[in-house]
């Protein structure tokens, strides 16, 4: 992509884990792990001793809270230059002829011939764009628009099921650079990498109120603050630069929303909760197709505006969606400040017995321990339905919503 | 040392009480009351940092909080600002991002090829080899500004912490304390109150916190907390 579009966009494949705090999120990583070298991805499951040796700063001790029994490991898993990306496509794209306006706010979308109030809404066909700068005539208006997307696609007349929720992320002062891969704890709802230039890039789960403010909170910072020493104990003394918030757009079903909508020659490529970034380059060329041959490509067409009101929610097995389901779904259920208590403990690894803090193999359920490293072909679905016929709230897809581990272990 | 102080002025000092604290390696006289940096300066130090890019040497700037110039090690702790903190007896202060030393730099040596460093250059170099990009990364890295982290430095203490006791008792009145006596063995068992009981609750071998409910777990009393 740098020689692409001439712009050092500074991609790191630096190694990303997944950490699991339990044997129930170690299994779903061995789960996904499977699915990952089933599609071709250089992906395995490694025990807190290779997690140590990847990420020396990780106390993986078995005396923590939230002790680290293993980790989900994509060696090509990385960090990007994001606003250099953006250059670089802008750049791009001006150059074979896309005009690209900044400081000029959309107003309204232009629709005639629709059902609702001012020819808009369903029948319709778009015919433009107001601006802050004018009219633009087109045929064709296509709303990518992220943490204002059901606002824009209502200029259209078209109602989007969709919720905007703030993400906050936080980044601290430079120090020398220590830390090598992208750590990702889902159980703890925090990532931690370190750019190049010394800077450590913290985030978390988005916020559980639906509201377009991006304001920091307080509680953010001391929840993240929380969270990350238990895993690096170490960076206790590095001081926080500077925090920020985003809006997301969450679907019902935490998947976008791509292809046609019933205003004729309206398009949509929204939704993206807070996973849009990696896959946007791949969802333009195929809304683009979409546009011009008239037809969703078979890669988004069960990604359509209609799914929501046909029955056909997408079960989007991607991990950033996963990480919004359980924020998203139980904020309610949460405490405020706090993660050590939960009234169902569905958001948060379960309580277990003392004594049972082992790390490392040493908790694996045999076929990975005995291995090691899992080959493709080695299902380890099997060892899932007792714990849903233990009666625990668990699904298959998500790390988050572990069983509610019996005290005496029955479950496990 | 002290031949830059004027005398009889500077009431924030206690000339009565001297230590010593170390700069870079070497011993540096401070009276009771000094920052780092006014205890640097009155010793005849002017330097403390040096710039990002081109390595130059920096003195005082602001010579409060704010100063940038003045950003330094203290024993584990990185970006600390020495024209605020206090010095202390003992006291190891670093300065950050220099090798050999603070003297002499070598990444001072980048000045000679400014004019090629233009901001932003790095977007428009080290992309070829495209197979060197790692090896370039790793050296860019070094680069980095800022003090270093001691990963094994003592956890600090927390307000807060997660324990794992086999037998909760919600209450540390004489019920509660009584339900502890009553199980046998020495079981670790916490006694959440709403009251501080620590004489009675410490001499049973309970951890008695408390707080305002159960999501405060509060420093207990009794022995400390291995985590927070």
């Known amino acids: 992509m740098s020689a692409e579009l001439n712009l050092n966009v500074m991609f790191s494949q630096r190694g990303h884990l997944t950490l699991a705090h339990s044997d129930a999120a170690l299994r779903t990583m061995r789960w996904r792990a499977e699915v990952n070298v089933l599609e071709g991805v250089d992906s395995r499951v490694i025990d807190a001793g290779e997690v140590k040796a990847l990420v020396p700063s990780l106390d993986v001790s078995p005396r923590t809270a939230h002790p680290i029994l293993g980790a989900l490991y994509h060696p ?12 670089g496509y802008g750049r791009a794209a001006a150059a074979l002829g896309v005009e690209l306006h900044q400081e000029t706010e959309v107003s309204d979308i232009l629709v005639a011939g629709g059902d609702g109030p001012d020819g808009k809404g369903p029948g319709g066909r778009v015919t433009g764009v107001r601006t802050s700068r004018g009219d633009i005539n087109a045929p064709v208006v296509v709303n990518c ?22 993400l906050q992320a936080a980044v601290t002062e430079p120090v020398k650079v220590f830390l090598s891969a992208v750590v990702v704890s889902g159980s703890l709802h925090v990532y931690v990498s370190q750019t190049d230039r010394g800077e450590l890039v913290f985030g978390a789960a988005v916020d559980p109120v639906a509201t377009y403010s991006t304001r920091g909170s307080l509680e953010f910072v001391e929840g993240l603050a929380g969270n990350i020493l238990q895993l690096m104990p170490g960076i206790a003394r590095v001081r926080l630069l500077r925090q920020w918030a985003g809006l997301c757009d969450m679907t019902p079903d935490y998947s976008p929303v791509m292809g046609r909508t019933p205003v004729d020659g309206f398009f949509v490529d929204v939704g993206w909760g807070t996973y849009g970034f990696k896959a946007g380059p791949v969802s333009g060329e195929q809304l683009a197709a979409c546009i011009a041959t008239g037809r969703a490509p078979a890669l988004i067409a069960a990604f359509d505006l209609a799914r929501f009101t046909e029955d056909r929610l997408v079960g989007e097995k991607g991990a950033a969606a996963v990480g919004t389901d359980a924020a998203g779904r139980l904020p309610s259920l949460r405490p405020p400040g706090r993660r050590g208590l939960s009234l169902l403990g569905r958001d948060q690894p379960a309580a277990r017995p003392r004594g049972h803090h082992r790390p490392g193999v040493a908790n694996l359920p045999a076929p990975a321990c005995q291995r090691g490293r899992l080959a493709a072909g080695d299902l380890v679905l099997p060892s899932l339905p007792p714990a849903r016929r233990a009666g625990a709230q668990h699904t298959l897809t998500n790390e988050f919503r572990e069983p509610v581990v019996d005290p005496r272990g029955a479950v496990e | 040392m002290t031949s830059r102080r004027a005398s009889g002025i500077g009431a924030a000092l206690n000339r009565d009480v001297p230590f010593t604290f170390r700069w870079n390696g070497s011993r540096v006289s401070a009276f009771d009351g000094d920052t780092v940096v006014s205890a640097l300066l009155a010793g005849g130090h002017d330097v403390f940092s040096r710039s990002m890019k081109y390595h130059r040497p920096w003195g005082v700037l602001t010579a409060d909080y704010w100063d940038p110039n003045c950003i330094v090690q203290v024993g584990p702790e990185p970006n600390v600002r020495g024209a605020h903190r206090l010095a ?25 090829v400014g004019r090629f460093l233009t901001p932003g250059f790095y977007y428009k170099t080290f992309m070829q080899p495209r197979l060197l990009w790692p090896a370039y990364e790793r050296v860019l890295a070094t680069f980095a500004p800022g003090g270093t982290v001691d990963l094994d430095a003592e956890r600090p203490r927390c307000d807060t912490r997660f324990a794992h006791p086999d037998v909760l008792v919600a209450g540390g009145g004489p019920a509660g304390l009584a339900a502890r006596w009553r199980r046998p063995g020495p079981v670790p068992t916490c006694c959440w109150s709403s009251t501080a009981t620590p004489s009675v609750a410490t001499c049973c071998g309970a951890v008695p916190t408390t707080g305002a409910g159960p999501r405060s777990w509060r420093r207990p009393f009794g022995p400390p907390a291995s985590r927070c």
């Not at chain 1, 090509?76 to 250059?87: E, F, L, T, Y």
Request: glycine share 8%; charged share 10%; net charge neutral.
């Open chain 1, 145 to 166: 628009a992220a943490g204002w997307a059901s606002i824009v696609a209502a200029m259209a007349g078209v109602a989007l099921p969709i919720t905007t929720t703030p």
């Open chain 2, 88 to 112: 202390t007896p003992g006291m190891d202060v670093l300065a950050q991002n220099v090798w050999p030393s603070l003297r002499y730099d070598i990444k001072a040596a980048n000045a000679l």
């Open chain 1, 76 to 87: 090509p898993g990385g960090i990007i230059r994001h606003d250099a990306v953006v250059w």
